[in-house]
T-cell receptor, first 109, second 116 residues
Framework: GQNIDQPTEMTATEGAIVQINCTYQTSGFNGLFWYQQHAGEAPTFLSYNVLDGLEEKGRFSSFLSRSKGYSYLLLKELQMKDSASYLCATMDSNYQLIWGAGTKLIIKP | GAVVSQHPSRVICKSGTSVKIECRSLDFQATTMFWYRQFPKQSLMLMATSNEGSKATYEQGVEKDKFLINHASLTLSTLTVTSAHPEDSSFYIC????????????FGPGTRLTVL
């Protein structure tokens, strides 16, 4: 079966670093995406990993280990505007996205 | 680049009426468009995948006669919720892909449907 797990909710402090984990089991694998979704809005693309390793993009980094079926999104220098849900999604052999339930990130001052 | 628009952004209708939602790729031609539904505090649920000029592929459990999808051009797809009922109230989001390296999906802003 296909399954994506990520924590339901996390809390972090402004200025700190937070790591959001995602584990997956999918039929076929054509990459893993991270999206950010603010309440009441559509998701916006953050990152894409298809090879093992770390992809860094400004304050956000994403890591992938295909052998472990594991990814994480690392957010540095947290800002209040980073409060949002973070969705992990894998692309299966049919190039369709399989979505996790999302992790609600709460940033406190 | 890669902007997707949706119209309307919000609609309130009476039970039994039909509602049409438009999804447009503004600055690129979308080989494939996707329609999602999202209930509060839940993840995106794919409803259907559509390619221009062909019939949409619906996910299991999605009634194709209730959720009519038309993908008339490479920049426009429409979703019509026919005979809407209160349980159809949801956030409907479309996305489009160019089929590029990432097959990245670009999302529209979503349509909030409330059926009274």
């Amino acid at each position: 079966g296909q399954n994506i797990d990520q924590p339901t909710e996390m809390t972090a402090t402004e200025g700190a670093i937070v790591q959001i984990n995602c584990t997956y089991q999918t039929s076929g694998f054509n990459g893993l995406f991270w999206y950010q979704q603010h309440a009441g809005e559509a998701p916006t693309f953050l990152s894409y990993n298809v090879l093992d390793g770390l992809e860094e993009k400004g304050r956000f980094s994403s890591f992938l280990s295909r052998s472990k079926g594991y990814s994480y999104l690392l957010l540095k220098e947290l800002q209040m505007k980073d409060s949002a849900s973070y969705l992990c999604a894998t692309m299966d052999s049919n190039y369709q996205l399989i979505w996790g339930a999302g992790t609600k990130l709460i940033i406190k001052p | 680049g890669a902007v997707v628009s949706q119209h309307p952004s919000r609609v309130i209708c009476k039970s039994g009426t039909s509602v049409k939602i438009e999804c447009r790729s503004l600055d690129f031609q979308a080989t494939t468009m996707f329609w999602y539904r999202q209930f509060p505090k839940q993840s995106l649920m794919l409803m259907a995948t559509s390619n221009e000029g062909s019939k949409a592929t619906y996910e299991q459990g999605v009634e194709k006669d209730k959720f009519l999808i038309n993908h008339a051009s490479l920049t426009l797809s429409t979703l019509t919720v026919t005979s809407a009922h209160p349980e159809d109230s949801s956030f409907y989001i479309c996305s489009a892909t160019t089929g590029g390296d990432y097959n990245e999906q670009f999302f529209g802003p979503g349509t909030r449907l409330t059926v009274l």
